[in-house]
């Protein structure tokens, strides 16, 4: 008998989850969703899953947007989600990302902004793991004609790539320096973060089912020079993928 296996994932505390009662979708971002969500849902009636959707933002900017789309926020956080503003077209699911299996749904449209590099286990590679599967399963909710949007930030390394990577991972999963990484300003810290260069996120997006269909790179951050030589970071930025 095939026993399938249960993605583990770290979770962070309400404290670190309270940072998180923002909106990084701003309007430049928000410009480039719509101008995707204008060109192949044209009459504007679409239904939409914001995977860890958090506090609603995003869900309302869209349901006040498309007067005839329908938005589901799923978050595993009962903080987050208490923060939304109720809407007759909005449905609130408090579930964890490993459970999109158990979804009977079929989407139009599903957003993982700024997620996937939460997505931690107890190593680097089952991490990396977790990135894939939630994809996939993502993938399975999608109607016949069903897009994929992800906002995800970039860490490129100097020489080695995938550098940044496995050294921001390592160092913000480690609980004996837990204090000190606090302090260099790592909100994750002792749980972890992924962070994946554009190389990576194009890399680990072709091997699922999934399309690139566009990809839009953000403003480069602004990084001083001493983190950037102690993790080997080159270019900074969020960016923009439109999946199908």
Known sequence: MLVLKTM??????DSQLQS?????????RWEIIKNKIDKDFPQGAFSCLDIGGGNGKLADRLLNSYPYCRVTVLDNSELLLSKNQPNKRKTIICESVKNLGQLDMKYDLVCINWLLHHLVSDSYRETRKN??????????LLTSQGRISIFENMYDGII???????????LTSAKAIKTLIKKMG???????????SKNQWYSTLKNTSLEILQYTDDDPWSVPMIRKFFLHLGHIRAGHFWLG
């Open 131 to 140: 990135i894939s599967q939630t994809l996939n399963d993502a993938a399975l």
């Open 20 to 28: 998180f009662d923002t909106e990084y979708v701003n309007d430049r």
């Open 186 to 196: 790592a909100n994750t810290a002792s749980i972890g973060v992924c962070f994946l």
């Open 160 to 170: 080695v790539d995938q550098l940044p990577s496995y050294l921001i991972f390592h």
């Open 8 to 13: 583990r994932l770290k979770q962070l505390n």
